[in-house]
């Protein structure tokens, strides 16, 4: 049974930061791409960030460009950094893992394993 578990989320005042991290995890299971994602109030889910296997590319949306870094630790672990925080950037998160390709992708049919998704809130 594959397991992908968010951690970090919470309250952060505009202009700080937030540090989400991911963990995937199963047996026989070896997460390719990963990438996250984050739906707001009343609006469908987006694409925030994606990382390829072993971390050598990465896709960013234009909302985060510059804000934003994802890395990847191991082939299960992946974490994102988000300076400048927004109160737009209020969403609950999303991990996304990939078994199909190894390349970094903004599109959520990439992805057959989530997260169950965790809060972060940005105060003005």
């Known amino acids: 049974q594959v397991q992908v578990v968010e951690s970090g989320g919470g309250l952060v005042q505009a202009g700080g930061s937030l540090r989400l991290s991911c963990a995937a995890s199963?047996?026989?299971?070896?997460?390719?791409?990963m990438g996250w994602f984050r739906q707001a109030p009343g609006k469908e889910i987006e694409p925030v960030a994606a990382?390829?296997?072993?971390?050598?590319?990465t896709y960013y949306a234009d909302s985060v460009k510059g804000r934003a870094t994802i890395s990847r630790y191991n082939d299960n672990t992946m974490v994102l950094q988000m300076n400048s925080a927004k109160p737009e950037d209020t969403a609950i998160y999303y991990c996304?893992?990939?078994?199909?390709?190894?390349?970094?992708?903004?599109?959520?049919?990439?992805?057959?394993?989530w997260g169950q998704g965790i809060q972060v809130n940005v105060s003005s």
């Open positions: 990382v390829s296997w072993h971390g050598s590319n």
């Open positions: 996304a893992t990939c078994t199909k390709t190894v390349s970094e992708s903004g599109s959520s049919r990439s992805y057959d394993h």
């Open positions: 199963g047996r026989s299971f070896t997460p390719l791409a």
